[in-house]
């Protein structure tokens, strides 16, 4: 397979005020088609880095793919230097000029005689729209190194993203012929470890030693994905046919499941935007009342455009006054039994579908710390209610982790919960 | 200045799997001593890659730091790449060797030959201790390259971190007396945009073209550091000026000022932290009532351990009929005036310090998007109360930006004018 080398160009990475967001998003999508980065450099933007990096790693069949260098000021180097390195001169492409002109005057501003080397392209090359700015794309293979193709890509992530995947990256697959990405399916569980998840699929796997398995370990949730080369006989067969005695395994625990070959979907979901669709689905309405969590899962549901089909509101009772004044739990639970406690929450459910008139409560009551702990209510103990009109069931954990990790797990928790009960 | 070539070890690095923190780490800090990283290579961990890299950039007076490959496995091959790059052969050192040994006893877990590699340090060279793994980092000369430093550091963040700014680091900046960092102070506005600030800065800097500023932009804050070098004269009193006429020319928009130079600091804060201090310091308490915010505001509020003391809770009005039924908003000003209007954050700010007894209470109504907006009344359009028992005040905003960046605008707005009510 082709070696492909990565140039970053800019000041700003290796003087730390910004971490590099390229490499990552490269490598990812090359892994996805069986090829991977063999090396990546980082160099400052100024005369002649550029040129010796390259040199470098110009060799048959390498790809060298540089970001960055591409704007129209002096110190925008790339262009020259990919020019010097491969002795490919540089040519202006009267479309491209054209196309810079058009663009400037839409932004009613003046085009500068600098931009006018935005509008040089490699002669024996062409070069990559760009939607999101005016740094053209370059892309050519350099006559002395059969097979060996250069791409300069812009270095702003919202130009450089778009042109890899939908321009670049096809270009690349189409001139080298490599195979197609391998087929997978996506689990996401939650409640679940990651042993446990292992545990039960390895029987699954052990006939097939050539799927792979690789897990994404989240607060409280786990991301599985199995995955089979395309090629590979029955793959989507096999493949589904895993997930779905999966699926079985963990009958409450599996939350999204997101297969590759699908056509036309949309991408894998978050926790809450199942619960969303699902309460959209059945035509219902959630409510929450949240002590510990302060306001998270709330925070979570509204994030989504459009929740306010679905999600009501609720009431944050950090305080016991507002757990009796608003959520109508009595003097008497909160003294016997303290704030965090089962009758509380059961109260605090029932409290939040009373005020609301929701067809769903939630309520979450605990001890996220550092503070607060006792022998008996330790830090980490979280009391979760969910309820209807039917009734309301009360669920005890003791989460590990710290405050932020303890509040995050309940809020999954109490999700994951509710999505079992509409099941 | 001596260049300073950065080695990152690791296929996961390569392949997509994780994201370099390392280079940020090592150039922010590099940075402070006026040090820069002049490059950065990304290699595979194979035979060959490492000693082949460092051995381009051996040089007198370059300083080379590696990262990972420093374990005791067959595929960490970063000490015998640099003993042959280097022809700086390789030693067990008895007492790393004891000390390892211990190490694992402490665990429980047998030593294997394998681990015997890690007590392997160079010729003429010395180790770091590693307080947070088994790979101790390694630090020698190789005499055929005069004033050359070579430095090997394990690879996880948790053992890197500590490793380069307590040992490292400070090795570096005695070797080659590298000078102090400069003395800065950091200033955080709320509410202000870059170019107003920088407006009414410059006039105060023209006289001091040596001083540094620069600006880190977030949702609706920016922080602005001012820097000089230690060594210039009076940079504390010059830094200290300017900072304190600034905060006169912005009196309600600083709302933390962080100098460098003052002994036993905590770490700079959050705009919650310093509302959370400040109510406390009062002796008084917050609730919120949170439509488009939808929770943002009070799960920031409860991030911080201890908020119980400050912060009551709130009503995440959602729906409409939460307003009226938990908040006491009537139902004609909703008719009349909308949810999103003058008239409901003023009732809602009422409604919640009623419900809650609170001295201060926060109501925020808008229209985060992407639908929902009207030509009246635009996606972005957010009212915004703020109230005590003297009285409400409610003001109006038009904030830019998607879903997210609208409820995150309007939180810290509402954040920072309460600042400024309890000036």
Known sequence: ??????????????????????LQTIAQSLALHGARVASCEIIHD???????????????????????????????LTREGLSKATGVGLREEPELWE?????????GRPISSSNRSQALVPEHGTWFHNDHGTAPGLVFEPPD??????????????????????????????RYQWPSPPHSI???????????????????LAPYPEIELSSLIRVARVDVTISLPAEYPRAVEILTEIADRTEVLFPEYVYERWDSFREGQLPARELEEVVSQRLRHRGEKL????????????????EIAGSSDIFLGGVVSYDNRLKQDLLGVPAETLEHHGAVSEETVRCMAHGILEATGADWGISISGIAGPGGGTSDKPVGLVWI?????????????????DRDAV??????????RLLQKMA
Chains 1, 2 share one sequence.
């Open 1 to 22: 397979m082709n070696p492909i080398h990565l140039i970053l160009i800019g000041d700003e990475l290796l003087s730390g005020k910004r971490r590099d967001l390229h």
């Open 145 to 174: 190194w059969p097979d060996c193709t250069v791409i300069a890509l812009p270095g702003p992530p919202r130009e450089l993203n778009p042109m890899w995947h939908e321009q670049a990256l096809p270009y690349l697959i189409h």
């Open 99 to 107: 196309d810079l002109r058009h663009r400037y005057e839409r932004m």
């Open 385 to 401: 209610g969910i309820g209807n009109k039917p009734g309301i069931e009360t669920h005890r954990y003791e989460f590990p982790g």
């Open 407 to 416: 509040r995050e797990r309940a809020a999954v928790t109490a999700l994951s």
């Open 287 to 302: 409510a929450v009342a949240e002590s510990c969590t302060g306001g998270l899962l709330s925070s979570w549901m509204t």
């Open 186 to 204: 996506l689990l996401r569980f939650a409640q679940m470890g990651e042993s446990s998840i292992d545990e039960k699929m390895r029987p699954l």
């Open 46 to 76: 100024q005369a002649g880095e550029e040129e010796a990096c390259v040199r470098r790693y110009l060799a048959p069949g390498a790809v060298i793919v540089t970001t960055g260098g591409l704007g129209p000021t002096l110190d925008d």
